[in-house]
């Protein structure tokens, strides 16, 4: 295999019998695009980039400004496992995206991670992040369309009821194949919901890997006749699903891990409490990028494992960060779990806004409040003065208004953009008369 990156690829697709690459990026919601090219363009692709109307994009460009390019990034080429047909194969490779005149994009949120990891780079820190995805997994109508009909009744654990065993499976291993490590694999609480952990990556490539998961799962479910639904709440009545994120900062000279602090009680360095106070002081501001849509404020109520005050602790699961116990000795997987997060979010950017809170409290050595270790749910919160997230997706909107640092972490581009997108969905959804209001009112005024 050649030391040049550029041929090594070339030559991999060669041996490979890749057909066509998929060129991949998102747009400022987190939703996946790709550009197709056959594998005879790759070199020219590799060298040159390729061109693509921005303004189709959501969030990107606008139509006098549509023109822009993809630039492969060479370290992300991998085989496509799920779309392999006549002894050809298909390659994926993620972008970054330019502008004419070669500089990077604003708007792009890969752009966006890059540039605050740079930010904590400067600082000495390296930031790794671990996602726990939860989705369901639901059935087709008889039209081959999504319906909320759970693929099992299992719940938490369960293994004889849970019929979803050998999918789940089939899930890790194209995830393997793909070069994401998978660290457990489980049924989750609800009937037909499951979750699978990712091993934590340095911050960039956890979100490649956090919107390639998603895709391969979707995939292997629609291999199987199923759908997979990272939908915050699709079933009223039960648990939602989340995606917490285990978080950490590593030295860039000694590669050791910054949180750990073997004197502390709760084993974290007075940086990791700094971090920790940096995401309760931006908790409502980022709670828009972590719980995007109109749905997540429906998983965020009290309940159901979801966290709703904004407080820390270790056994308390009703916080919104938790210091998960480590193994006695192994001071270096020492990390803290920011739980509002669902995996709805667009992972660039929520990871970026997760790290720009925490650098912003190691900056101002924000000091850490006591921990809550009771059950949030059962205790008055002004008592102990706690805020609340934001309870519906407007609220959220206006905390990220009013929250400065937020906006500077995603640039004016995609704040902007992201404001009036989701602006848009939280006035349709207002104006909208649901079922429910019907069958409450119509019949009794």
């Avoid at 500089?103 to 000495?124: E, K, T, Y």
């Avoid at 940096?278 to 404020?297: D, F, K, Q, T």
């Avoid at 308390?316 to 193994?327: E, G």
Wanted: hydrophobic share 40%.
């Amino acid at each position: 295999m050649s030391d040049d990156p550029r041929q090594a690829i070339l030559q991999r697709a060669e041996e490979q019998r890749v057909a066509f690459v998929n060129l991949q990026f998102t747009d400022v919601l987190g939703m996946v695009k790709t550009v197709t090219i056959p594998v005879g363009e790759l070199e020219d692709a590799l060298d040159h980039g390729v061109w693509f109307d921005g303004s189709a994009i959501e969030g990107f460009a606008r139509s006098v400004e549509s023109d822009m390019y993809l630039v492969p990034d060479r370290a992300t080429y991998t085989l496509v496992p799920w779309d392999q047909h006549e002894g050809l194969a298909t390659a994926r490779l993620i972008c970054n995206i330019h502008t004419p005149d070669g500089r990077p994009f604003g708007g792009d949120p890969r752009h966006i991670l890059n540039s605050v990891a740079r930010q904590a780079a400067d600082l000495g820190f390296s930031f790794h992040v671990a996602p726990e995805l939860e989705f369901f997994l639901f059935k087709l109508d008889s039209a081959g369309r999504p319906s909320p009909l759970p693929q099992d009744n299992a719940g938490y654990f369960d293994v004889s009821t849970d019929q979803a065993t050998l999918i789940r499976r089939q899930m890790v291993r194209a995830l393997q194949r793909l070069g994401i490590v998978v660290e457990a694999a489980h049924h989750e609480v609800a009937a037909g919901q499951h979750e699978i952990d990712l091993r934590h990556a340095e911050a960039v490539q956890a979100a490649d890997q956090t919107v390639t998961a998603r895709l391969a799962l979707k995939a292997v479910a629609q291999i199987n006749g199923l759908y997979a639904t990272f939908m915050p709440k699709p079933v009223a009545g039960v648990n939602g699903s989340g995606m917490h994120i285990h978080q950490s900062l590593f030295d860039l000279v000694t590669g050791q891990n910054v949180f750990a602090d073997q004197e502390d009680p709760y084993g974290l360095s007075p940086t990791a409490r700094h971090f920790i106070a940096g995401l309760l002081e931006h908790a409502r501001g980022m709670c828009a990028i972590l719980a995007p849509l109109v749905n997540s404020y429906k998983r965020l109520v009290p309940g159901f494992e979801a966290p709703v005050h904004i407080s820390w602790g270790r056994t308390n699961r009703s916080a919104l960060v938790r210091v998960p116990s480590i193994t006695t000795g192994r001071y270096q997987s020492t990390r803290i779990e920011l739980r509002c997060p669902d995996p709805s979010c667009n992972p660039y950017l929520a990871y970026a806004v997760m790290l720009a809170a925490g650098l912003d409290g190691i900056k101002r050595k924000l000091p850490l409040r006591e921990a809550a270790e009771e059950d949030l749910f059962h205790v008055d919160p002004r008592a102990r003065g706690l805020q609340t997230l934001p309870s519906s997706l407007g609220d959220a909107l206006e905390a990220m208004r009013q929250d400065e640092l937020v906006q500077q972490a995603l640039g004016p581009i995609v704040y902007e953009r992201f404001i009036d997108a989701r602006q848009l969905e939280w006035a349709s959804y207002r104006s909208f008369v649901s079922e429910w209001e019907m069958k409450r009112y119509l019949a009794i005024f």
